[in-house]
């Protein structure tokens, strides 16, 4: 039930910190596997050598790009079964207060996170539709559903830079579940399934007191890591929410249950 045996899956963000790691979890579920992203050669994912795994380089913002894709899966005969728009991006001054964050970098993190993940369900959910089936995954974040505690961040560095959480990211997330619970009633009369992963605060380098200040918000008192999302990916991917659509479902450690 849970096999990703013969699935062909796309994957926006395929080299990123989290991507990179859902690359190889889901070629080792037995994935043909499609991964989408707009670095050359990336470090992260060149130990992937399963004959299974192909990657195209390009931003995801730009159309032609996705109709590039499209028609080159379609020359080679490969249908999509699963969508999974992980990519998301910062801006140079990504942790600038709100009051003085510039416009311009608001829009470009909103055409990245909210434009890119529309133009990739654009390119291949009504290539699902019409076959009847398929399963579009789009990431999101707790910042997207509640406020961030913004006392966490006092003191709060990440890879030697202080942090905060910006509009941007909540706002931009905020969206892509609006568009997931749209397409979800859409394409619902042909068997598409649209449904959403939040995840919690994952570590992937925070400094210590960001790291105690998160996990003391956290019933399960820790911060997550990348396998955390492993079920979760493999779950919605799978035949197994065969009548799961419109949902988000949140691995958060409990975090937003308060």
Not at 183 to 210: C, D, H, M
């Amino acid at each position: 039930m849970f096999s990703l045996k013969g699935k062909n899956i796309v994957l926006t963000g395929a080299a990123g910190i989290l991507g990179s790691e859902f690359s190889k979890i889901l070629l080792n579920h037995g994935a043909r596997l499609i991964g989408v992203d707009n670095r050359e050669n990336p470090e992260s994912i060149r130990d992937i050598k399963d004959k299974n795994f192909n990657y195209y380089c390009f931003d995801i913002t730009q159309k032609e790009e996705w109709i590039k894709l499209r028609d080159t899966l379609t020359k080679e005969n490969i249908s999509v079964d699963v969508l999974i728009n992980g990519a998301a991006t910062k801006s140079e001054n990504f942790f600038e207060s709100f009051e003085n964050f510039s416009l311009k970098e608001w829009e470009e993190v909103m055409e990245v996170n909210v434009t890119g993940t529309m133009l990739a369900c654009q390119t291949f959910g009504p290539l699902m539709a019409k076959k009847n089936s398929g399963s579009i995954i789009n990431f999101l974040s707790i910042y997207g559903i509640v406020g961030p505690d913004q006392r966490i961040y006092d003191g709060s560095y990440y890879l030697g830079k202080e942090i905060n959480t910006p509009a941007i990211y909540s706002t931009s997330k905020a969206a892509v579940f609006g568009l997931t619970k749209y397409l979800a009633t859409y394409w619902g009369k042909n068997n598409v399934r649209v449904n959403a992963i939040t995840p919690g605060g994952i570590y992937s380098g925070q400094n210590e007191v960001f790291q105690e200040k998160y996990s003391y918000r956290v019933p399960l008192n820790r911060m997550g890591k990348s396998e955390d999302l492993f079920g979760a990916l493999i779950f919605l991917a799978s035949d197994a929410s065969s009548y799961i659509t419109g949902q988000n479902l949140i691995v958060d450690g409990g975090l937003t249950v308060w």
